[in-house]
């Protein structure tokens, strides 16, 4: 089924979507994007449901003919200060408020968001596989927090974040064992199962 383009009557609605909630290193990272009602591309989907090969040809065409748009990390210690939700919340705010442009409607991924100064919003679950400008931010937020895993991923090789980027794969967590967390896993996350235990 082809993404609609907007939910609300507003020229400027802004669709945004966060990546790396459920990582156990790095930011939590957000992007707001608001494009034109002319916007087409067969190709834009879920950033989940595409190769990184697509997801990456497709972050250079939004990039160039959104509107607007903005990307926001939100760092590991500030997620274990106020916690994973409110962190993805809190980025998906600063992703709005660093647009050129205040949007007039906001759609957001997923069923949980706090209101944004006095604009109207709306969340829609699996919003990243119904409307282009949700699909959009989800693209933005997963290549840009990517790109930033990769370059931390040379000061510590040993997790192999470039492969990974943080999640929770079996190897990574193997080498939390072997190596313990370095300062950006999210200290406040259960790094392991139960059965192991780890000083922090």
């Known amino acids: 089924m082809p993404l609609k383009i907007q939910y609300s009557n507003c020229d400027l609605e802004c669709g945004t979507d966060e990546a790396g909630r459920g990582c156990l290193a790095g930011p939590v990272t957000a992007a707001a994007v608001i494009l034109p009602l002319s916007f087409k591309n067969t190709l834009l989907n879920d950033s989940k449901q595409l190769s990184e090969k697509n997801r990456n040809h497709l972050k250079s065409i939004i990039q160039s003919e959104a509107t607007y748009y903005s990307i926001e990390h939100i760092f590991e ?23 050129n442009i205040e949007p007039e409607y906001i759609i957001v991924d997923g069923n949980k968001f706090k209101p944004y100064k006095s604009i109207p919003h709306k969340t829609i679950i699996k919003g990243d596989s119904k409307y282009s400008s949700i699909a959009a931010a989800s693209i933005l937020a997963k290549t840009h927090r990517d790109l930033y895993m990769e370059k931390i991923h040379e ?10 980027k943080g999640y929770p794969t079996k190897e990574h967590r193997d080498a939390i064992i072997k190596y313990g967390p370095s300062k950006y896993h999210r200290k406040s996350f259960r790094l392991l199962p139960e059965q192991y235990q780890l000083d922090l």
């Open 155 to 164: 000061e510590f090789p040993m997790y192999n974040w470039k492969q990974n």
């Open 77 to 99: 210690n500030e997620i274990d200060q106020i916690n994973i939700l409110n962190a993805s919340i809190k980025a998906m705010h600063h992703s709005i408020s660093s647009l």
